[in-house]
């Protein structure tokens, strides 16, 4: 008889992992290397069991020990190798660091029933094709019944679910592996499919052969393997709507892990959804798209197609092509293209292509090519081709379009068409025109600005105010007289075409008498450029005259003054030209008679409404201004 040999060859995964630190690590799992050539069974289960650092339990009527085997194995788990030795036969039970082996019961298979609905169970472990390391969190699943599993410690898996198919493409996914699909044909109700999923980058591969050649498995059962390269992420912003606290509470750890191993595109005509995941899509509804979707409560879906319905809030991952409708929220990870419309908000991770209707909010985090409405507020991070129309304030990169608000509107980029608000429009340049009730503020303006106060670097266009203060605009201080002995200054700001006057004066020989004569003023103006160092000023103003203390009556100048300015620098010039007056004031005033109704000697024309008096006459008016 030939001399039998056996050479055993242990490679532990670490110098660290002694026997002790094996025995934490359920028995089947544990891994060695083995190879014997016809060799009595005992012997082998003896060598295995050291090896592993365990102790085989079995009675003689259960196992012939004398009968010669053959096994070989390479860094492998004990359960592998026991079922290579033993194949169905023999089924084992760890008790402590015992392993008990006891003769296989073989139940009845449940045979399936052509084109009835029948209970399927799937099993196996999921394994890392290089190491033979157990493969956790990976996802398991069914695209036709949407049933889903999760590997759980050492690899293990169950997938159940119910068809009246007996074919069924099962998948596995997990990050960082190759996704692969397998077309399982089941005769019966039980199929156990062991999986050794390869690393993406597997440097076992080499270039230039087809990882779809290679078999991985296979089952008594017909199973066809089929690999998918789903190594490229995801163009699309639904990880930020992913990360939101309200979707990541709303979101179950299996749908997490699903959502962050399945690259899969599953599509449905229908859903019905109470609260995530308690619907007809069950754990996978964040990737599934469906084209009518209803969500009795709130509802989260891989997509819309048509429309979607939701009783409090409907939040989708992907896109939405078609409608929303919500009755307090709907949150998008990526575009919308259609319309949305919800009691309270609207939120966009993509682009918006159409409209957003919200009873509080609208945002998007891309552009917006269309409108938002909404009562409170709408903000665009991105570009804004459209309008937004707002209760209180609008928010927009840049825009081309409209922006309306009860109190503000913000463009902190370029804007091309309109802002109109209560209070304060801000764009960084505006070409167009800004409208608010208080204030304007813009970095250039090329067109027009409307309001109470407005400020700008540059402007090219109109600036109509109380008062516009334009960096590169109109500037003047201005020191004069006139032909009723008043000395008077003034601060002249603006553009050319537009600028604000604010004065003050008083009569020189009352100057620093006790009861001096004195008034303020405001005005308007506008200046014609004649030649370069020439202008021709033409002002209407507005003067309040007291004596003394403010005086409360009617006593109210105004002034039409036409002037020539000529410049001898860039910082100094002279004006003089002729005025226009008329004096409205109240002859109750105790001064009237004294004082002002004789400012002039000879008036132009006189008129009396009862106790008010209209005094017109021509004057002057010359003077300094300093730029």
């Not at 399982?184 to 270039?207: C, E, G, R």
């Not at 699309?236 to 997490?256: E, G």
């Not at 709130?298 to 197609?305: D, H, K, Q």
């Not at 027009?448 to 500037?475: D, E, V, W």
Request: glycine share 10%.
């Amino acid at each position: 008889m030939q001399h039998k040999s056996i050479s055993i060859l242990i490679l532990l995964i670490s110098l660290s992992c002694s026997v002790f630190g094996q025995n934490k690590t359920p028995i089947t799992d544990r891994t060695i290397t083995i190879k014997a050539t016809s060799e009595p069974l005992g012997k082998v289960l003896d060598l295995i069991a050291e090896t592993a650092g365990f102790t085989f339990s079995y009675s003689n009527q259960v196992l012939n020990t004398s009968k010669i085997v053959t096994i070989m194995a390479e860094n492998r788990s004990v359960s592998y190798i026991l079922s290579q030795l033993f194949k169905d036969e023999i089924s084992y039970q760890q008790v402590g660091n015992h392993l008990v082996l006891q003769r296989a019961i073989k139940q009845k298979q449940k045979q399936v029933a052509p084109n009835t609905k029948t209970s399927f169970i799937i099993s196996g472990y999921i394994r890392d094709y290089n190491n033979g390391e157990g493969v956790t969190n990976a996802s398991i699943y069914d695209q036709q019944t949407l049933a889903s599993a999760t590997s759980a410690d050492f690899g293990y898996y169950e997938l159940k679910f119910t068809s009246d198919k007996s074919s069924h493409v099962i998948r596995f996914s997990k990050t960082g592996y190759r996704d692969t699909s397998f077309l399982v044909n089941l005769s019966t109700s039980n199929a156990i499919v062991n999986l050794n999923l390869q690393p993406i980058y597997d440097p076992i591969l080499k270039p230039g052969i087809d990882s779809s050649q290679v078999v991985i498995f296979e089952s008594p059962d017909s199973v066809t393997a089929v690999f998918h390269d789903t190594s490229a992420p995801e163009k699309i912003s639904q990880s930020k709507v992913a990360m939101a606290p309200v979707v990541t509470w709303l979101t179950s750890a299996k749908q997490k892990i699903a959502l962050a191993n399945i690259k899969d595109s599953i599509t449905r005509k229908s859903q019905i959804t109470f609260f995530p995941p308690v619907g007809t899509n069950g754990v996978l509804s964040p990737l599934v798209s469906n084209d009518i979707s209803l969500n009795l409560f709130v509802g989260y879906n891989g997509g819309v197609n048509k429309v979607e319905f939701g009783g409090f809030a409907n939040i989708v991952r992907r896109q939405v092509n078609g409608a929303q409708f919500a009755g307090f929220a709907n949150i998008v990870g990526g575009h919308l293209v259609g319309a949305q419309f919800a009691g309270f908000s609207n939120t966009i991770g993509g682009s918006v292509y159409g409209s957003q209707f919200a009873g509080f909010s609208n945002v998007a985090l891309q552009e917006v090519n269309g409108a938002q409405f909404s009562g409170f507020s709408n903000i665009t991070r991105g570009k804004l081709r459209g309008g937004q129309y707002a209760g209180f304030s609008n928010i927009a990169k840049q825009f081309m379009g409209t922006q309306v608000a009860g109190f503000s509107n913000l463009c902190y980029g370029n804007a091309y068409g309109a802002q109109i608000a209560g209070f304060a429009n801000v764009a960084k340049n505006i070409n167009g025109i800004q409208v608010a009730g208080f204030i304007n503020v813009a970095d250039t303006v090329r067109g027009a600005q409307i309001g109470f106060l407005n400020f700008a670097r540059h402007s090219t266009g109109t600036s109509i105010a109380f008062m516009s203060f334009i960096k590169n605009g109109y500037h003047q201080i201005q020191v004069g007289t006139n032909e009723l002995n008043y000395i008077n200054v003034a601060y002249r700001s603006g553009t050319r075409f537009f600028y604000t006057i604010l004065e003050a004066g008083t009569k020189i020989p009352s100057l620093f008498g006790s009861k001096s004569q004195w008034y303020y003023g405001y005005g308007v103006g506008s200046a014609i450029g004649l030649s370069k160092s020439t202008d021709l000023n033409i002002d209407l103003g507005w003067k309040h005259l007291n004596k003394g203390s403010y005086t409360d009556y009617i006593n109210e100048l105004t002034s039409i003054n036409i002037t020539a300015n000529y410049k001898f620098n860039n910082t100094f010039s002279v004006y003089a030209g002729p005025s226009f007056n008329c004096l409205i004031a109240n002859s109750n005033n105790p001064d009237y008679d004294a004082t002002y109704s004789s400012l002039r000697k000879n008036y132009t024309f006189m008129e009396t409404d009862g106790k008010y008096r209209l005094n017109g006459w021509f004057g002057f008016t010359a003077g300094v201004r300093f730029l």
